[in-house]
């Protein structure tokens, strides 16, 4: 079955840290993995999407690793922001049509 | 930038009652999506929609749901004889291309419509 993971379920780090989330999936065959910031109430907005040559892609202070040989991808975020305080998705999907697999995400809260 | 527009913003019901969620997708857009957060969850799939047809709906998405999209812009949610735990933000998507693409374009949000259903 196709499922996204992600760790840690939550996490809480002062204004100014580095921190890092997890996603792991089992969807295949890949096709592209994105990471979505949602902020509370509002829509996810994508940050990143890479495909399977892709290794690292950065936007701003967020820079996504994919290992698709492991299966797994981090969002590093640097720098925190009280703004960056949200939930942190990661997506998934496959070739031949399969669907998009979301992750349960990962809420971060930055204190000052 | 192009926006996904989706309204009402919050929508009140009593259960039973019939209600239209709408969207108006980013106009380029081919693929069409509906999914759904209940409060504190992940957002669950309900509903893929491509060349005026559903190409894939989820296990939540039964004959309760149906999807339109009557004038070429506006894409619409019904919802029949809703229920207590329709409760959820519904959340409109669309993309250029499909999942699969390597290609790889934005699948982009609308911010949603709450729904409480009392």
């Known amino acids: 079955k196709n499922q996204v993971e992600q760790s840690p379920q939550s996490l809480i780090i002062l204004e100014g840290k580095n921190c890092t989330l997890q996603c792991n999936y089992t969807v295949s065959p890949f096709s592209n993995l994105r990471w979505y910031k949602q902020d509370t109430g509002r829509g996810p907005v994508s940050l990143t999407i890479m495909t399977f040559s892709e290794n690292t892609k950065s936007n701003g202070r967020y820079t996504a690793t994919l290992d698709a040989d492991t299966k797994q991808s981090s969002l590093h975020i640097t720098a925190s922001q009280l703004s960056d305080s949200a939930s942190y998705i990661c997506?998934?999907?496959?070739?031949?049509?399969?669907?998009?697999?979301f992750g349960p995400g990962t809420r971060l809260s930055v204190l000052p | 930038e192009p926006e996904v527009t989706q309204t009402p913003s919050h929508q009140v019901t009593q259960m039973g009652q019939e209600v239209i969620l709408r969207c108006v997708p980013i106009s380029n857009h081919l693929y069409f999506y509906w999914y759904r957060q209940i409060l504190g969850q992940k957002v669950e799939f309900l509903v893929s929609f491509y060349n005026n047809e559903i190409s894939e709906k989820s296990e939540i998405f039964d004959d309760q749901f149906s999807v339109e999209r009557p004038d070429g812009s506006n894409f619409t949610l019904k919802i029949r004889s809703t229920k207590l735990e329709d409760s959820a933000m519904y959340f409109c998507?669309?993309?250029?291309?499909?999942?699969?693409?390597?290609?790889?374009?934005?699948?982009?949000f609308g911010a949603g419509s709450r729904l409480t259903v009392l």
């Open positions: 997506v998934v999907s496959g070739n031949y049509g399969q669907n998009f697999v």
């Open positions: 998507a669309s993309s250029l291309t499909g999942p699969g693409f390597s290609g790889a374009n934005v699948l982009t």
